[in-house]
């Protein structure tokens, strides 16, 4: 899926996660991560991101990731929110997602 | 024989007795009443000293000693910033501060810790910033954790040698003594504060509020104070303490405050006559609500709780289900007042509270206490000082002087939090040995310690959602996955002491 | 034994901290919404942040609805898609009015399963009545599809086009009650009562449980946990109702031995009815904890 605007998804309340993704001007696929469990999870959440840009074929984005806790079923629920909205797309692909 | 001063005559020596001294005048023995008795004028005899400078050039306070202080007045606290700013101005140095605990009102001791105004602490528990800077390596020598009784312990002992204690107190008359629930800064017991009046080698009274002599009924007493300071404010009274603590709506805390009182009634505990002590958290004191209804329904009294008292406790004994009260502290408006008003809700200090080596502490008498967790581990060791982060936040409080002393020691806590489990493999530190750890209650379920198979065996007879805590660990671990390790550096941040002074674990820099 | 619906616990669809608990509380059923408690803005969100939860957690036997958007609102058939594929036990449609409503709800789901390769039937359908006109056609909605394990009422949109409003008694939600339990029961199908919202009025909310249970409502949409516990309370059958209910099984285990087709307890003649009522009671009991399982606790 190709970004075109900005899409966000989410809300920074316990146990959710805000997630932007935006256009980022041809510098491939960049994430920025804060989380409250960074320690713990940091790898875990970017390693779900990663996954899931790959199955989606999100080749270039800049992905803003604010984490209160959220557990992987959520990020990727925010997360694919924002894509399809970043990209401008509700043909969904609930087959895989 | 040798004449005395008024001129009788009075031996050298006694058999059996030894050698007598003679009257040598009414004044010369007991400096401390000499120049005011002098006069033979109205008893205005008064310790007050004009300013905290003066106190402390008075106490002789010089630099490598040690100062305390309590913490009955939480996070409205005004006494230790406003001592140590004005120590820091005087330049003395490399004092251990032996508080009986610090709350976030005393982030500012990271500037006193900077400067080397301050070397060590020792303390119950460190909250906010000061807990962050330490762990992150800002001190050169250990915090030392310990448990109340613990400290208690330790003062009586002499571990903790106080070369002069600054005691903050809501009231107090010209002579010292001085009592915790009148005043506008009133905080109820001032339980902590009593071990450092009776132990530590010069006693400074910090009040806002002097009182007509003699404040009875008092905590403090005279004999044990050598100087009073009048200033503004000792606290910010929103800090000191809530408003009445009010029974939770919070769902899962209602839940987990159920399955409790499910747990207690259905222990063996639960009979005429029981005691109990519960927390100050949500789920800990909504307990008492669903305890009730079980005590009317089943005509059954408790004759006492003890601990930390707050409002629910109060209407219980109010209302004739909880004979008496045992309170080191006092955690809200309603317990300041009962505390005041109720003839058997009754001041304890911390070494009858839990000093394990006196001839009985309080605690050896509990049948129930309610306890939390910021993590529990597979062998019940549970740790409330560390998050899961492994930087400080916490305090070791009561928590394993109750847990050994009482018959049934129950740990509450959700089974997960946003994203972090509470029950883990191993804690990342160890304040309360699992040997002394009864029950876990989870909002997911219920955990029973190995070693009381005969509790199990009541829960599960009364249909309680039993698991084995592996059980609850791996339903935790399902859902919110398995956490890398957190990284520490080698050096050492904090000793973690057991109630019997022995070190039962150590907190490490975390790494950034 | 049959499922109990005494308590279906809203949960809103956009929100992730509670989605993630939902059935710790352990009402019957827990019922993600996607529809009122979610902004137009955010029906795209709640439904990813749905199909996630339903996939991936565990809800541990408590029973899983969805309640959709309408069809018309233009999100209902997207809804479908996504929450069909998610599997959850049931899908309540909101604002039915017609036989016609659940048929064309019925076809949406149908193509789903097959186009997921599932057993057709396998989500089942839950129809809340909101209009004056719903509730004329209670009968129709109950019997128009074989999926249909329920019908509900929702209260508010209905009251106000009723031109009234909801009162602590309830007198104009009387006859709503009274049709809708009624096609249930014709139908075969559970009944199920509307939401109590005035969280400050523990009495009232009593009250109500009280009246829908004697009404013959299977149970309530609740909006809080806290809801949960005075609805299973009053639910609960008394010990005289539990102790008249074995005797009356024992009566009749008694009389077939007998080979006597009559019976008496307590010197009241017993008869199909009175053992239906008895077997329903002693299912209740057990459900609600206050019989134990005779079996139980003795195993470890």
């Known amino acids: 899926m190709k970004i075109v605007k900005t899409g966000m998804a989410g809300t920074l309340e316990s146990s959710d996660v805000m997630i932007t993704v935006r256009d980022n001007n041809g510098k491939g696929i960049e994430i920025h991560l804060q989380s409250i469990v960074e320690k713990q999870f940091g790898n875990q959440i970017r390693k779900v991101v990663q996954n899931f840009l790959e199955r989606f074929s999100v080749e270039e984005g800049l992905i803003q990731i604010n984490d209160r806790g959220a557990l992987d079923c959520t990020i990727e629920a925010r997360l694919a929110a924002a894509v399809y909205r970043a990209a401008g797309k509700s043909d969904y692909d609930w087959e895989n997602l | 024989m040798t004449e005395n001063e008024l001129g009788r005559m009075i031996p050298k020596k006694i058999d059996h007795i030894g050698k007598l001294l003679p009257f040598e005048g009414a004044y010369s023995h007991t400096p401390l009443v000499k120049k005011e008795k002098g006069n033979r004028e109205l008893p205005k005899l008064n310790k007050l000293i004009n300013s905290i400078e003066e106190v402390i050039v008075k106490t002789g306070l010089k630099d490598g000693m040690t100062i305390s202080f309590h913490h009955h007045f939480r996070n409205g606290d005004k006494i230790l910033p406003m001592v140590m700013n004005v120590i820091s101005e005087m330049g003395i140095k490399d004092l251990t501060i032996a508080a009986s605990s610090l709350t976030s009102a005393h982030s500012g001791l990271v500037e006193h810790i900077k400067k080397g105004t301050v070397k060590r602490l020792i303390t119950s528990g460190i909250r906010g910033r000061l807990a962050e800077e330490i762990s992150n390596g800002l001190m050169d020598i250990p915090v030392l954790i310990h448990s109340h009784g613990g400290r208690a312990r330790g003062i009586e002992t002499g571990q903790i040698k106080i070369d002069v204690a600054f005691l903050g107190v809501p009231s107090c008359d010209v002579y010292g003594n001085a009592n915790g629930y009148t005043g506008k800064s009133a905080c109820g017991s001032l339980g902590y504060a009593r071990v450092d009046a009776a132990y530590a080698e010069k006693v400074v009274l910090i009040t806002d509020n002097i009182v007509e002599y003699p404040n009875t009924p008092f905590s403090i007493h005279q004999d044990q104070v050598d100087a009073i300071v009048v200033v503004d404010e000792v606290g910010d009274p929103e800090g000191i303490s809530t408003d009445a603590v009010r029974i939770t709506k919070n769902p899962r805390d209602l839940l987990l405050a159920e399955l409790v009182s499910e747990v207690v009634i259905n222990s063996g505990y639960f009979e005429p006559g029981f005691s109990i002590q519960t927390g100050s958290g949500g789920a800990s004191v909504a307990t008492t609500r669903f305890l009730r209804q079980h005590m009317e329904n089943r005509d059954i009294k408790a004759s006492w709780a003890l601990g930390g008292i707050s409002g629910p406790m109060v209407k219980l004994h109010e209302d004739g289900f909880i004979n008496r009260l045992l309170d080191v502290q006092s955690f809200d408006t309603e317990a300041i007042r009962s505390i005041g008003a109720n003839r058997y809700h009754s001041e304890i200090d911390a070494s009858y509270y839990a000093n394990p080596l006196n001839k009985g502490c309080a605690v050896n008498k509990l049948n129930v206490v309610i306890l939390s967790a910021l993590e529990i581990d597979t062998n019940f060791n549970v740790n409330v000082i560390t998050g899961s982060d492994g930087v400080i936040r916490g305090a070791s409080g009561g928590h394993s002087d109750t847990a050994i002393g009482s018959g049934l020691s129950i740990i509450v806590a959700p089974l997960i939090r946003g994203r972090t489990s509470t029950v883990i493999d191993s804690v990342q530190t160890v304040i309360t040995p699992g040997s002394t750890v009864d029950v876990l209650v989870t909002d997911r379920g219920i955990a029973v310690n190995p070693r009381r198979e005969e509790i199990k065996a009541r829960f599960m007879k009364a249909g309680l959602p039993v698991y084995s805590i592996t059980d609850l660990k791996e339903k935790a671990e399902k859902i919110v996955g398995k956490p890398d390790p957190i990284k520490f550096r080698k050096k050492i941040v904090g000793l973690v002491e057991y109630r019997d002074g022995t070190i039962i674990d150590v907190i490490r820099q975390v790494e950034n | ?300």
Request: a negative charge; aromatic letters at 6%; hydrophobic letters at 40%.
């Open chain 3, 1 to 300: 034994m049959a499922k109990l619906r005494r308590t279906m616990l809203y949960v809103p669809g956009n929100n992730a901290g509670m989605i993630k608990d939902a059935h710790i509380y352990r009402s019957d059923s827990v019922m993600f919404d996607l529809e009122d408690a979610v902004s137009v803005n955010e029906k795209d969100t709640a439904r990813f942040l749905v199909f996630k939860a339903l996939k991936t957690l565990d809800y541990e036997g408590i029973e899983t609805v969805v309640r959709i958007n309408s069809i018309e609102s233009g999100f209902g058939e997207e809804d479908v898609k996504a929450i069909v594929r998610a599997k959850p036990d049931v899908i309540r449609l909101p604002k039915t009015e017609t036989a016609d409503d659940i048929h064309e709800i019925e076809s949406l789901i149908e193509r789903e399963e097959k186009n997921c390769g599932y057993e057709t039937g396998t989500v089942a359908l839950m129809a809340a009545i909101e209009s004056p006109l719903g509730v004329l056609n209670a009968y129709s909605i109950a019997t128009a599809s074989k999926r249909l394990i329920g019908i509900a009422l929702g209260a508010e949109d209905y009251v106000t086009c009723l031109k009234t409003t909801r009162s602590p008694g309830g007198t104009e939600l009387l006859f709503a009650r009274s049709q809708i339990l009624n096609a249930a029961r014709a139908a075969g199908i559970y009944a199920l009562d509307t939401v109590y919202s005035d969280l400050n009025n523990e009495e009232g909310f009593i009250n109500e449980i009280k009246h829908i249970k004697q009404l013959g409502f299977d149970g309530k949409s609740i909006i809080t946990p806290r809801q949960i516990e005075p609805v299973h309370r009053i639910f609960a059958p008394t010990e005289k109702e539990i102790e008249y209910a074995r005797k009356t099984i024992e009566g009749i285990r008694e009389a077939e031995k007998k080979k006597s087709g009559v019976i008496s307890v307590d010197g009241k003649m017993v008869d199909k009815p009175f053992v239906e009522r008895a077997e329903r009671i002693l299912e209740l009991a057990k459900a609600s904890g206050v019989l134990k399982d005779e079996k139980e606790g003795e195993n470890d």
